[in-house]
């Protein structure tokens, strides 16, 4: 998330960044996101865990 945010402040700042780093920065943000996804996910499974749980006692 916090990369986006970088990646956002340099285009608006009117800085020129290079192919290389713009490449870079959208691979660390598609990895970012599927991160964000997966503990999304592992979230949502111990939310149901816990309820499953709660609803035991």
Excluded: P, W, Y
């Excluded at 700042?13 to 490449?23: I, L, P, Y």
């Amino acid at each position: 998330m916090e990369t986006a945010k970088k990646h956002n402040r340099c285009f608006e700042d009117g800085k020129n960044t290079s192919g290389e780093e713009v490449k870079a920065l959208g691979e660390e943000i598609s990895s970012l996101m599927a991160k964000i996804k997966m503990l999304e996910t592992e979230n949502e499974s111990k939310g149901k865990e816990l309820k499953g749980a709660q609803a035991e006692t």
